[in-house]
């Protein structure tokens, strides 16, 4: 036995782990096909970063210890293989006891030949030296050539009321890598098959076969259907199984021709639109083509009420249904030189069509495949502008901030860029002609920068500059007056003429700065000043900022004590069948003008200035007497609640709780009728105060939500340790989850995750039809957004109540 084995290091949570990748080679090539799919985002960054199989192996091992260590003190925890015929191998093992037990336990496991006598020795050796309790988990990895793989832990378990729920969540993340990872084995090899099939002209029945015998691995219950029309009226030419409900099947290959395009019509769908039936049945189909023209449809049907019909099976019903057309074109053009034998020459031609079309489909699937690969742009580049994000650009802001403290006599700038009237353009020309004004803006700062500048999108209509090594204050003059030049000219978009402006805050950093928050609150601050000024830029100044900032306390006092600030109220539904479940309650400034301003114009001013708890309690009051006026109208109105954003400051002070429970007695409204929401970044920087306070809410009955969940950097523990009803996912994360794989498998995670917790998800920011079928599809519950409307007066609502 060696003094220091390979296998042995001394490890502290969250550190590095080791591997020996010479001793268990077979081991880690097995292992690393697990990781070709995303994992959580601290795993996932490593496996796309590295072709190594130990960093694989290393980061599921990882995965394991630090969910683990969220309930137990770990003191071992190794990796054992006891399928090889040889003897067993150490795939992995960590310390972090004492070396003389770490070499007495290898000695036990070395001498055991499977994973029940290892256990019982180790417990065993464990009582006699007055060790932890020792635990062994076999790992699920299906289909690998090594399944005897178990990982023994030993551990003093601090909270073993979670242990069960960690163990659930680590077994069914690993199921779920496994079964990804066979699926990247065998969907290539279906779509070559199918093809070949197709190639040989063989007949349809034959590719639904083939087709059937893959698609039983996914769904308990599978029936494919090919439905032709002749003269208008269709028929079923083909079904692998038993077919029931033969009318119900030809409406929906009729609406399928109708539109021309492929569908799903899930369980709910059907019962709403034929509530007689009585088959809970999930159907997909897609128009069959000759010559442009659709002659059938190509269908799956199944009863399967665990699995559900996912975009891979659709994907392959697709690719089956093209193939199946080209067969039937290939079919009829060989009936043709039977009876006509001058058309040969245009039969090779088909066939040549049918070949080039394999390839081309081949080609896009080994694409796909590739680009699966590349998912780590999304996190740093906007998906709409292609411009850096918000945290790509506060990492070049710190290195270049580090720079200027290294050598104090170089300077930079930050120019914060805010568009005039974006809202007007996306309510009246709607959301699409507003993503591509931002396009075309995002293009328009590109060319008015310098090449060593950086232009990047913080969200919504915000963008930011930074202007790199300024010799003096005329460089960025000079390169403002051409940002404010490029807006004087309308703007082109989708053969619309719109003009658009922006106010500039401009903050020159020097070496006395101290953070990258200081420099993007002062570039902020300067261009609220400018708006305010009505002026198209404006540097910070600390004087003339104060001086602003005490003119803007005034007129926000003034407007609370006139009644100026109106909550205005968004519904939130339920998303299965747009039932209505409560309302959002957001405020707006109604200002001489009678222009509304939004929320985010001058809330954070409030909470720089202090009035944010008066601006707070007004909200409150405002929106207790509106919920009683409802409930008073209509009893059956009771289970509406109203969700109310709060400052976290009011969670430092007993006093303001005391307050607000004080408003909600005043009204005489049920307290489980209103639920506080407080933004996920400002749950995880409060104190043991605040969560005195939260729990004094929830014991006066109040409900209490996390806002933009996802947002911070401990979301998963905030969800632990905090006493939680409710939490919204962000909405930057609906507007990217049809794109980006990560962030419909966050979705998923949610989900899952508040049905062992005990909470309820709301889903924010949904704006298209299609991310509203996408949530329904994947089973989230409650949601909100402009597609499902948006924030409206009292008056504007009583329409909802009705419905």
Known sequence: MKENPQWHTDRQPQSPLQFDLHTNKHMSEALSELFQVPLPPQYASNIDKTDDNAQAVNTLLEFCFDFLSLVANVQHCFLMDFSSERPKQYVYQLALGNHEDSLAIQAITHSQSNAADCLSMLRQYSAESQGHQWQQIKLPLNNLKHPELYLFIEAEFHFPQWYALI??????????????????????NIYR????????????????????AYLINYLSDVQLHVMLQHDGHLSMQYSSGKVC???????????????????????????????????????????????????????????????????????????????????????????????????????????????????????ELKQYQSATEQLSY???????????????????????????????????????????????????????????????????????????????????????????????????????????????QPLTVKGLQIQSSCHLGICQVNASFHSVEQI?????????????????????????????????????????????????????????????????????????????????????????????????????????????????????????????????????????????????????????????????????????????????????GVKVGMDDFGTGFSSLNALFEYPIDFIKVDHSFTQRMLSSKKDLSLMRAVRDISNDLGFQVIIEGIETMQQHEKLVEIGCEYGQGYYISKPMRPGEIQHLFEV
């Open 167 to 188: 163990i659930q969540i680590m077994h069914a993340r690993i199921r779920e890598i496994s079964q990804w990872s066979n699926e990247r084995h065998t969907r290539y």
């Open 193 to 212: 098959q199918l093809a070949m099939t197709a190639a040989e002209n063989l007949a349809t029945d034959q590719l639904c076969q083939q087709l059937n």
């Open 245 to 363: 409900a033969t009318a119900l099947h030809k409406q929906l290959a009729e609406a399928i021709i109708k539109h021309g395009t492929n569908r799903l019509f899930t369980p709910l769908m059907l019962n709403k639109l034929d509530p007689n039936t009585q088959q809970n049945i999930a159907w997909y189909g897609t128009p069959l083509t000759h010559q442009g023209n659709i002659i059938g449809v190509f269908a799956l049907s199944s009863q399967d009420n665990k699995h559900k019909i996912n975009t891979i099976i659709q994907e392959l019903i697709n690719y089956t249904a093209a193939l199946c057309s080209l067969v039937m074109q290939q079919q009829m053009l060989q009936f043709s030189i039977e009876s006509e034998v001058n058309l040969e020459q245009q039969v090779q031609e088909k066939l040549e069509r049918l070949h080039q079309t394999n390839q081309r489909l081949e080609h």
């Open 378 to 488: 999304g996190s740093l580049y906007d998906s709409l502008t292609q411009l850096p994000n918000r945290a790509l650009f506060a990492e070049k802001l710190d290195q270049a901030l580090k720079r200027v403290k290294r050598h104090p006599s170089e300077t930079f700038a930050v120019v914060f860029i805010d568009l005039d009237q974006f809202k007007t353009v996306n309510q009246s020309h709607g959301h699409h002609i507003g993503d591509q004004l931002l396009i075309a803006i995002a293009r328009l700062l590109s060319q008015c920068i310098r090449q060593n500048d950086i232009v990047a999108r913080l969200g919504g209509d915000e963008f930011i500059v930074l202007l790199d090594r300024i010799s003096q204050q005329q460089d960025i003059l000079d390169i403002t007056e051409r940002i404010i030049q490029s807006f004087s």
């Open 520 to 700: 993007l609150q002062q570039a902020d601050m300067a261009m609220y000043q400018a708006k305010s000024q009505d002026s198209e830029f404006c540097f910070y100044q600390e004087m003339q900022y104060q001086q602003q900032e005490q003119i803007q306390q005034h007129k926000l006092s003034n407007a609370l004590a006139k009644g100026l600030i109106i909550p205005h109220y968004q519904p939130m539904i339920r998303l299965r069948d747009n039932a209505l479940m409560g309302f959002e309650v957001v405020a707006r400034w109604q200002d001489k003008t009678s222009t509304l301003r939004r929320a985010l114009d001058f809330i954070p001013f409030a909470e720089r200035s202090g009035l944010i708890i008066e601006l707070d309690r007004h909200i409150l009051q405002q929106a207790c007497i509106q919920l009683k006026k409802w409930q008073h109208l209509n009893p059956s109105n009771k289970h509406i609640r109203v969700a109310v954003n709060l400052s976290p400051k009011h969670l430092l002070s007993e006093p303001a709780v005391n307050e607000l429970i004080k408003t909600i007695k005043r009204c005489r409204i049920a307290p489980n009728s209103l639920v506080f929401e407080f933004s996920e970044k400002e749950f995880v920087r409060q104190n043991q105060t605040a969560f005195d306070s939260l729990e004094k809410l929830r014991q006066a």
